[in-house]
């Protein structure tokens, strides 16, 4: 059961950088996306015309990506298609989970930046780029000092806080840091009186059958798109 509207989850992005990560995004005309090196992510209305595809063209540059994460508009025909993914929009419809004091989760700041591209890299759970960090809170477990798992806040539409970067080191997987990591951003979410969602690809089953067990329930399909600028 949702209590709040989840309109703002039709447009994360434009949302987001409209809201919560204004200070972190760049735009020109009706057009935005972040700054580099945060994410690649863009937002154009939902019936963008030529002006805004040339705005876009022009923020990101000859060759640049435009990411048009879940947008369901079709750019410009010479614009070459990069990636086309179906996934899923989930949103938590669970209770707050109880408290786990020895849950062995430990906040990542600036100096844990070089560490989780390293396990990013190895792990692909999408993209992730040096000041992605940036974005929110981002949570990890640590075995003997290495970080072997991590998960993070990533997009925030008003009400909203995205959960991303879920991903642990194959040598340490089937020990449930995964699960500890994503209910512990949920607390976070919870206590700050927002309300946790986020996106998976379709293929990705494993990660499906977790996010339903934790208590995530599928809100609308999606299809992640990007796009090379010529």
Known sequence: MIDRD??????PVGASLRGHH??????????ATYQPQVATFATVTLDPGPQEWADLARLLGRGGLADLFSSPVSPPPDWEPVFDLD???MVWCGDRPA?????????????????????????????FWERTRELGTYLGVRDHGALV???????????????SAVCT??????????????????????DRGERPFLHVVESN????AL????????????TFRGFRIP
């Open 211 to 222: 996010y339903e067990k934790l208590g995530f329930r599928t809100r609308t399909a999606v």
């Open 22 to 31: 204004a200070h972190l995004g760049r735009g020109l005309g009706r057009v």
């Open 205 to 208: 089953t494993a990660a499906l």
């Open 99 to 127: 408290d786990d004091p020895d849950d062995g989760v430990v906040e990542l700041g600036a100096d844990s930046t070089a560490e989780m591209l390293e396990l990013t890299e190895r792990t692909r759970p999408g993209p």
């Open 149 to 163: 798992a991590m998960a993070g806040e990533r997009l925030r539409p008003p009400g909203w806080t995205e959960i």
């Open 169 to 190: 080191a194959p040598e340490a997987r089937g020990r449930g840091h995964a699960a500890r990591l994503i209910t512990a951003l949920v607390r976070r979410i919870l």
């Open 87 to 89: 996934g899923r929009q």
């Open 6 to 11: 989840t309109s703002p989850l039709d447009d």
